[in-house]
């Protein structure tokens, strides 16, 4: 069974104030790790997929990289509008038929 | 929202009373989700659809049916409302390649049982 845990659950930052959100995930054979935005009372928004270990993938202020057991999401220089929940999902190969796997959240923050 | 209209936004009804909630994409994409959304649990797969009449369970089934009989709707119902179903809806849809598809939701359906 598809496993993800997020840390921390929540975390303050003051504006540029850089930090990390972790993703340590479980699966059997990654077909893909997501990384979603949600804010208030909307749906989740999708931001990165990252397919193997190594790769990266940046947007914004956002920058996403990926182990073969642990995801992360650096936040550089945070501003308000950075503030939401972000969600770390998996899609496993071992007939998991294109379902996402999703952590719990890290709500993150941003105080001006 | 690429593209998915969730109905009703909100809705309150009754403990053990039908509910019906619907999902609309313009998208013509084959995979179709319900997920719930409660504090402390995150994102639970409740059903999914990989084609017109193709539908399978997620973790959290119980309780839940679901109809597509056409490609862009995919229906959620409660059979008999509980205390415990209480909660945010999400749809979902994707495309399938041969590595990871993201999901794209939808904004949510926040049904309240009494």
């Known amino acids: 069974e598809d496993q993800v845990t997020q840390s921390p659950e929540a975390l303050r930052l003051q504006e540029g104030e850089s930090s990390s959100l972790n993703c340590s995930y479980t699966v059997s054979g990654l077909r893909g790790l997501f990384w979603y935005r949600q804010d208030p009372g909307k749906g989740p928004e999708f931001l990165f997929t990252l397919y193997s270990a190594g790769e990266e993938k940046e947007k914004e202020r956002l920058k996403a990289t990926l182990t073969k057991k642990e995801s992360f999401l650096h936040i550089t220089a945070p501003k308000p509008e950075d503030s939401a929940t972000y969600l770390c999902?998996?899609?496993?190969?071992?007939?998991?038929?294109?379902?996402?796997?999703f952590g719990k959240g890290t709500l993150l923050t941003v105080n001006p | 929202d690429a593209g998915i209209t969730q109905s009703p936004r909100h809705k309150v009804t009754e403990t053990g009373t039908p509910v019906t909630l619907r999902c609309h994409q313009t998208?013509?994409?084959?995979?179709m989700y319900w997920y719930r959304q409660d504090p402390g649990h995150g994102l639970r797969l409740i059903h999914y659809s990989y084609g017109v009449k193709d539908t399978d369970k997620g973790e959290v089934s119980d309780g839940y049916s679901v109809s597509r009989s056409k490609t862009e709707d995919f229906l959620l119902t409660l059979e008999s409302a509980t205390s415990s179903q209480t909660s945010v809806y999400f749809c979902?849809?994707?495309?399938?390649?041969?590595?990871?598809?993201?999901?794209?939701f939808g904004n949510g359906t926040r049904l309240t049982v009494t």
């Open positions: 998208e013509n994409h084959r995979y």
């Open positions: 979902a849809i994707t495309w399938v390649t041969g590595n990871g598809s993201p999901l794209h």
């Open positions: 999902a998996v899609q496993g190969g071992g007939g998991s038929n294109y379902k996402l796997t």
